[in-house]
């Protein structure tokens, strides 16, 4: 089971930038895909943005030319970078690694709190 250790989150004003990173440990062999998605309660949980093998960058509508997500792996991390806040970012953001194990569902992080708000 792999274990995904996420940081980052916090209080930000709107228009303002954040970066959330996302350590996997743990069996992470066998890669498939590793990305962040959130969830405000009373609603589904929603992707943001990953990285599938292959090197592909997948983007939810409500953040393309906003966010931008890079993996390291060297340190086996995935960083999800937002510019342009909006207070419908505010959200729990959570780590999500798939592998080949772990397929389809993967393993989730604990989830970092966003909010924003002036």
Not at 88 to 94: G, I, K, P
Request: charged share 20%.
């Amino acid at each position: 089971q792999a274990h995904l250790v996420e940081s980052g989150g916090g209080l930000v004003q709107p228009g303002g930038s954040l970066r959330l990173s996302c350590e996997a440990s743990g069996r992470i062999d066998g890669f498939r895909a590793m990305g962040w998605y959130r969830q405000v309660p009373g609603k589904l949980r929603e992707l943001v943005a990953r990285i599938i093998i292959g090197g592909r960058a997948d983007y939810a509508d409500s953040v393309k030319g906003r966010a931008t997500i890079s993996k390291d792996n060297a340190k086996n991390t995935v960083d999800l970078q937002i510019t342009s806040l909006k207070p419908e970012d505010t959200a729990v953001y959570l780590c999500n690694l798939v592998t080949v194990a772990t397929a389809p569902f993967g393993s989730w992080g604990q989830g970092i709190q966003v909010t924003v708000s002036s």
